[in-house]
């Protein structure tokens, strides 16, 4: 399996963050190089990976639908075998993922042997867009290890007002909402931020949540 590692990625690394995917765009989407590259900015190395079914559509150019979740979860979990492997016991690892990609991260961190230090989801897809009927929120409370979530206001997958008529969310550690934001954190055009200034920020939001709720070890 091809991974795609950041400069301070290494034995040296003191946090690394596993980073997957969404499930409409590959490793090396645009979103995904600006997240790492902030992330890797604020001292936190990422390695990046595609599930089966991306890797298929970079080979034959074919969009498919992601995977089955044990699927996912089972390339997931040998990523995260592989990479603490590499980097032994000595940096604290993190797992978290841009929409799909952070919901798997937050079911493997509910399962007992996952050993990880702590999750975060950058837009996690509470609901499908206007389906307030299907939340995917009830294994966030098995979730044992700190977790947070980096939410854009305006996301058609959970808004402000829709996670506050929730009441608090069991399971979730910390969530910052991205002003403007939507699901890919973009704001409106005319907006005083940008796409690459919400990402720098969420990169900001996740080195405090570390430095707040990851024991060191």
Request: hydrophobic share 40%; charged share 25%.
């Amino acid at each position: 399996m091809e991974l795609i590692k950041t400069k301070s990625y290494g034995e040296q690394a003191e946090m690394i963050m596993i980073l997957a995917h969404g499930a409409g765009a590959p490793m090396d989407s645009p979103f995904m190089e600006a997240l790492a590259e902030a992330l890797d900015d604020q001292g936190i190395a990422c390695v990046r990976f595609e599930f089966p079914y991306m890797q298929k559509r970079r080979e034959d150019g074919r969009k498919r639908p992601p995977d089955r979740q044990p699927k996912l979860l089972e390339c997931f979990s040998g990523v995260i075998s592989a990479v603490r492997q590499e980097i032994g016991s000595g940096a604290r690892l993190l797992i978290g993922g841009k929409s799909m990609g952070g919901r798997m991260a937050s079911v493997l961190a509910g399962e007992a042997g996952a050993g990880v230090s702590g999750v975060v989801c950058f837009g996690y897809p509470f609901h499908p867009p206007g389906k307030l009927d299907r939340w995917r929120i009830d294994h966030l409370a098995g979730v044992t290890c700190p977790l947070m979530v980096v939410q854009g206001t305006r996301d058609p997958f959970g808004k402000p007002d829709e996670l506050a008529a929730q009441g608090d969310i069991s399971g979730i550690s910390k969530l910052v909402w991205l002003d403007g934001g939507n699901h890919d954190f973009q704001p409106p055009v005319r907006h005083l931020e940008t796409q690459a200034s919400l990402i720098q920020q969420a990169a900001r939001h996740t080195r405090q949540f570390v430095a707040d709720f990851v024991p060191a070890l």
